[in-house]
T-cell receptor
Framework: KQEVTQIPAALSVPEGENLVLNCSFT??????LQWFRQDPGKGLTSLLL?????REQTSGRLNASLDKSSGRSTLYIAASQPGDSATYLC??????????FGAGTILRVKS | DADVTQTPRNRITKTGKRIMLECSQT?????MYWYRQDPGLGLRLIYY???????NKGEISDGYSVSRQAQAKFSLSLESAIPNQTALYFC???????????FGDGTRLSIL
């Protein structure tokens, strides 16, 4: 059974810092991996999707990497801002169409 | 207007009641999903549908049923609600397997 773990569970950093969120998964037979952002009272917003054949994806200040063989992904946020404060969720798409989520990392960026 | 709309946004009800949560989308996607989110557990898949005639059970379907009334509408029902079904429920859509899923804003359901 696929299990997705996100470390740390919570993170507090001063504005301007670069930071890394970690995601690990137990079964490397994945179709793709997706990073989401969740704001309080809101749904999930897709940030980046990495296909299983890709190593990384970039969008603005965000960069996500994927190492399928070791079962790891990282989300790098450059020059963090208070507006980046949210919960970040990692999810892997299995070949059976199921999306398996981690429990998330709660990020707080202090001004 | 939101692309994926869930109603109601909040609901408080009593044990044993029948409840329906509704989801509609304007994205034109064939695939629709229902998830629940519990603190510390992430999101778990309840049911999913790839078209009007295709309904599939997810990881935690017991106690739930769904109806795909049209391409744009996917409803989740709790036939006889129990307190451990208190959670945040999300509907999502996607165009295909390789494309991102798009989520509604969620329904916060409390069962007393």
């Amino acid at each position: 059974k696929q299990e997705v773990t996100q470390i740390p569970a919570a993170l507090s950093v001063p504005e301007g810092e670069n930071l890394v969120l970690n995601c690990s998964f137990t079964d490397s037979a994945i179709y793709n991996l997706q990073w989401f952002r969740q704001d309080p009272g809101k749904g999930l917003t897709s940030l980046l999707l990495i296909q299983s054949s890709q190593r990384e994806q970039t969008s603005g200040r965000l960069n996500a990497s994927l190492d399928k063989s070791s079962g790891r992904s990282t989300l790098y946020i450059a020059a963090s801002q208070p507006g980046d404060s949210a919960t970040y969720l990692c999810a892997v798409k299995e070949y059976g169409n199921k999306l398996v989520f981690g429990a998330g990392t709660i990020l707080r960026v202090k001004s | 207007d939101a692309d994926v709309t869930q109603t109601p946004r909040n609901r408080i009800t009593k044990t044993g009641k029948r409840i329906m949560l509704e989801c509609s989308q304007t994205k034109g996607h064939d695939r629709m999903y229902w998830y629940r989110q519990d603190p510390g557990l992430g999101l778990r898949l309840i049911y999913y549908s790839f078209d009007v005639k295709d309904i599939n059970k997810g990881e935690i379907s017991d106690g739930y049923s769904v109806s795909r009334q049209a391409q744009a509408k996917f409803s989740l029902s709790l036939e006889s609600a129990i307190p451990n079904q208190t959670a945040l429920y999300f509907c999502a859509t996607s165009r295909s397997r390789g494309q991102p899923q798009h989520f509604g804003d969620g329904t916060r359901l409390s069962i007393l």
